[in-house]
């Protein structure tokens, strides 16, 4: 069941340099300054003398040709001069400036922007992604020079089945959705959220080679909550209440029909949608399209596979893990979809039903310990709640700190949304643990949403903890040359990989088996000698390694279920022949990396 046995191939793959083969021509249809102005094609400086005279480009650029290489290097002194130049400004200020430059590459040349991002994403990935997007997010309507994706809005009910074909690509292979409801722990942000799409998917070009014309960020406006947006004459969104009920369900059903319509073959990510329309949503669809709840579904397995390496890294056989007490701070869409896993995962390690299973688990929301005692209690929490008359000492509601100071739990997770909940208390609490490494995830993202900071945690928790965030921290220096590891608990390590493997295996839905492969490939991952030293993630300049390894774990278990109907030219009979190894190989293999193609013009 839970091997982890660590196959050679992903010990081969991390030291592999990707495939910079020269790919095959590039068809465009436009010419001249047109081409220049479209960032899927435009090379800037780097055309040569023959393609500029073939595109109707002679005379539109300076005369010297520069190479790519050159042009990355002068974009990377550019950055460079940029950090120097806004040295001792604010965080976020500084941040901005750098995600400004890198989105102004990003709107004028794709292939160099994916290249260096690539390259340098331990560094941008803070950037393009959390915690800084979420800072793009807030501050969108300021930000705004140029869409990006597609808008769908309320108002738009009706016409999406044509507006979905104003979308210049032939195909598209993977779509982020949101409807702006919870961008990450910074709440309703309406229309802003589409930062999120943007920031999800080029974690997927960077990470799982996707090719960036076939992906789609999507923002479905349906009002916003937000009082301050709606008074914000800059606001950019629909200035309405969000729908609800079952107007709501039907703009996201006519978009789902028009998306699927166009593109049966399109992936469909849903992105912070907020608690009851995430769960709805998911189950809705993803017995008719082939969709995932990556709140839900990606931060479990990401979560799990964590929890798996905390047990590893005391010492115990993972068999340990059905004896492990986790307690759950947040019980909205990340936290049910963690426990959803978990225990999942603890019945079927343990053999037993998944009622014994949740014993070792208690939920704590922001009314305290979630109990059966709960009024109004949400349907989604109901089977984690406790029953207050097991749990000697802590009835319904019970505080943070009442539940840690009794369970003296193995693992203390959050998924909150609230900035500093592991306070100074609860952490020192948690030396106590029964563990002989107590575990602190701090989940929330962005950075001021986490539950504590990496060097708190290490301070007030101990030395020896096992310390993962959702938003990156640096290592923490202990003093005397030790180091505390920081672990990024973050579903970027998995839905790349799951929305490749989807794809190349052509299957139409998304299954629990799909989801299971991918959070036990991730599990299996890093060495015992890196578990011991509180690593349980893999580096974030590995996630190419990692996502081949996820996504043909995906791609696997689609085939075992019969669900594989091939990809391209790879029918289902091919897929199932190949060994785990080759599979690897295969989805490395269809992995788009940035590099200039010869550009055909064809009318
Ligand atoms: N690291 C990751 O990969 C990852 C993935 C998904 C979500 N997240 C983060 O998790 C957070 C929550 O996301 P969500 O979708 O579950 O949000 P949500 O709004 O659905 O749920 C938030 C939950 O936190 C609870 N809560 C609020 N205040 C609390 C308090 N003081 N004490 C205890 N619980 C409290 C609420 O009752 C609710 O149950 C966000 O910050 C998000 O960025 C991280
Ligand atoms: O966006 C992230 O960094 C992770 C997660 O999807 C979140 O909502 O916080
Ligand atoms: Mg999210």
Redo the contacts with the bound molecule.
């Keep these: 069941m839970w091997k982890l046995a660590r196959i050679a191939a992903s010990n081969l793959s991390r030291s592999r340099r990707f495939s910079t083969a020269i790919p095959g021509p590039c068809i465009v249809h436009k010419r001249g300054a047109d081409i220049l102005h479209d960032p899927w094609f435009n090379k800037d400086t780097g055309f040569p003398l023959t393609e500029r005279d073939r595109l109707g480009l002679r005379g539109l650029l300076p005369p010297r040709v520069i190479s790519f290489e050159h042009q990355y290097a002068r974009f990377m002194e550019s950055y460079r001069s940029l950090e120097k130049n806004t040295q001792g400004q604010s965080e976020g200020i500084v941040s901005l400036a750098k995600w400004r430059i890198l989105n102004r590459l990003h709107d004028r040349n794709e292939t160099l922007y994916y290249r260096v991002l690539i390259d340098n994403i331990k560094n941008f990935a803070p950037i393009i992604y959390?915690p800084t997007v979420g800072l793009v997010c807030q501050n969108y309507s300021g930000l705004f020079r140029r869409p990006r994706g597609m808008y769908f809005s309320a108002k738009d009910k009706g016409e999406m089945m044509s507006m979905i074909y104003n979308w210049p690509a032939q195909q598209v292979d993977m779509i982020v959705l949101t409807d702006g409801s919870?961008i990450?722990?910074l709440g309703d942000l309406g229309v802003q959220g589409i930062g999120i799409p943007i920031g999800k998917l080029d974690m997927y070009v960077a990470a799982a080679g996707i090719n960036p014309q076939r992906i789609l960020p999507v923002m479905l406006d349906v009002g916003t909550n937000n009082q301050r947006l709606l008074e914000d004459p800059l606001y950019l969104g629909l200035r309405q209440p969000r729908l609800e009920g079952e107007e709501y369900l039907s703009i996201v059903d006519e978009f789902m029909e028009a998306v699927f319509t166009r593109w049966p073959k399109a992936i469909v990510q849903f992105e912070?949608f907020?608690?009851k329309w995430?769960f709805e949503t998911l189950q809705r669809y993803r017995k008719r399209f082939c969709m995932f709840n990556?709140?839900i579904q990606?931060?479990a397995g990401?979560?799990l596979a964590g929890l798996l390496g905390a047990v590893r890294a005391q010492g115990r056989p993972l068999a340990d893990f059905v004896h492990q007490k986790i307690v759950v701070?947040?019980?909205?869409?990340?936290?049910?979809?963690v426990l959803n896993m978990v225990v999942q995962a603890a019945s079927r390690m343990s053999g037993n039903s998944e009622t014994a299973a949740k014993n070792q688990f208690f939920l704590?929301?922001?009314?305290?310990l979630v109990t059966t005692e709960r009024k109004g209690l949400d349907p989604a929490?109901a089977p984690f709640a406790k029953d207050s008359r097991e749990i000697l000492g802590l009835g319904e509601g019970a505080s943070?700190i009442e539940v840690v100071k009794k369970v003296k739990p193995h693992v203390l997770l959050g998924?909150?949304?609230?900035g500093g909940?592991f306070n100074e208390e609860v952490l020192k609490a948690m030396r106590e643990s029964d563990s002989s490494k107590p575990s602190i995830f701090a989940?929330?993202?962005?950075t001021k949403?986490a539950e504590c900071t990496a060097a708190e945690a290490f301070v007030h928790a101990g030395e020896n903890i096992v310390f993962a965030?959702?938003?990156p921290f640096e290592n923490v220096d202990l003093g005397n040359g030790k180091v505390g590891h920081v672990n990024q608990?973050?579903?970027?390590y998995l839905f790349p990989g799951i929305g490749l493997g989807t794809l190349l295996s052509g299957a139409h839905f998304i299954t629990d088996g799909m989801l299971q492969a991918a959070a036990e490939c991730l599990a299996s991952y890093m060495t015992d000698e890196e578990i011991q030293q509180g690593i349980l993630y893999p580096s974030i300049n590995s996630i190419r390694d990692i996502t081949a390894e996820v996504g043909a774990a995906v791609l696997q278990a689609a085939v075992a279920e019969d669900l594989a109907e091939g990809h391209g030219d790879v029918g289902p009979r091919e897929l199932k022949q190949m060994s785990k190894e080759k599979t690897v190989e295969y989805v490395r293999s269809n992995m788009w990396y940035p590099i200039y193609s010869p550009l055909v013009h064809e009318k």
């Design positions: 959390t919870r990450l722990g912070d907020q608690m995430a990556d709140d990606g931060t990401v979560a701070v947040g019980a909205g869409s990340a936290g049910l979809g704590v929301d922001k009314d305290g929490a943070l998924l909150s949304g609230v909940i989940m929330s993202n962005p949403n965030s959702g938003s608990a973050n579903n970027m």
